[in-house]
T-cell receptor, first 113, second 107 residues
Framework: KAGVTQTPRYLIKTRGQQVTLSCSPISGHRSVSWYQQTPGQGLQFLFEYFSETQRNKGNFPGRFSGRQFSNSRSEMNVSTLELGDSALYLC????????????FGQGTRLTVV | KNEVEQSPQNLTAQEGEFITINCSYS?????LHWLQQHPGGGIVSLFM???GKKKHGRLIATINIQEKHSSLHITASHPRDSAVYIC?????????FGKGTRLHILP
């Protein structure tokens, strides 16, 4: 079966702009979680959606938001981009909670200039 | 606040050697993940543990809940095992990652 698909793979944006990233989970998975990876902070948990509801949230400012659609596809939005938002953004899908096996996408590399 | 510490940060070994990567966490958790990340960013989930030991091929993962410690072992290491290995603890509806161990296996 198809894996987790993230689009786009690469993105360059200007400070102050906003960006939307997309994640299509493995068929049948209802949980999608998002992560930010930077050289300085490593991997950090952004939020998790299950059946269109945000179930868990990490410690990120309100500029970072997300949503999940009825087909379990999820989008992540970052508004008013800052240089520090440059990172690899990864999503993962699973059938259950965060303590179940997760399958990761290839990530979207966002560069803010 | 839960802290997740990995050691060593970097490890270079010869092909065939037995590899151990350690992960310690500071508060009770419901599960611990071991992940592998290759250059280019793709992450593969290796194990999800809540107790005991799991084995998959040449990889073995153990967890000691009382000591809040987990280890990832690689037997008969191979250059294709070169990657960053990351542990992640799950608790209180959050997931916290270690900084990763960069493993380089020399042929």
């Amino acid at each position: 079966k198809a894996g987790v698909t993230q689009t786009p793979r690469y993105l360059i944006k200007t400070r102050g702009q906003q960006v939307t990233l997309s994640c299509s989970p493995i068929s049948g998975h209802r949980s999608v979680s998002w992560y930010q990876q930077t050289p300085g902070q490593g991997l950090q948990f952004l939020f998790e959606y299950f059946s269109e509801t945000q179930r868990n949230k990490g410690n990120f400012p309100g500029r970072f938001s997300g949503r999940q659609f009825s087909n379990s596809r999820s989008e992540m939005n970052v508004s008013t981009l800052e240089l520090g938002d440059s990172a690899l953004y990864l999503c993962a899908s699973s059938w259950g909670q965060l303590n179940t096996e997760a399958f990761f996408g290839q990530g979207t590399r966002l560069t803010v200039v | 606040k839960n802290e997740v510490e990995q050691s060593p940060q970097n490890l270079t070994a010869q092909e065939g050697e037995f590899i151990t990567i350690n992960c310690s966490y500071s508060v009770g958790i419901s599960a611990l993940h071991w992940l592998q990340q290759h250059p280019g960013g793709g992450i593969v989930s290796l194990f999800m543990l809540s107790s005991g030991k799991k084995k998959h091929g040449r990889l073995i993962a153990t967890i000691n809940i009382q000591e809040k410690h987990s280890s990832l072992h690689i037997t008969a290491s191979h250059p294709r095992d070169s990657a960053v290995y990351i542990c992640a603890s799950v608790g209180e509806n959050k997931i916290i990652f270690g900084k990763g161990t960069r493993l380089h296996i020399l042929p």
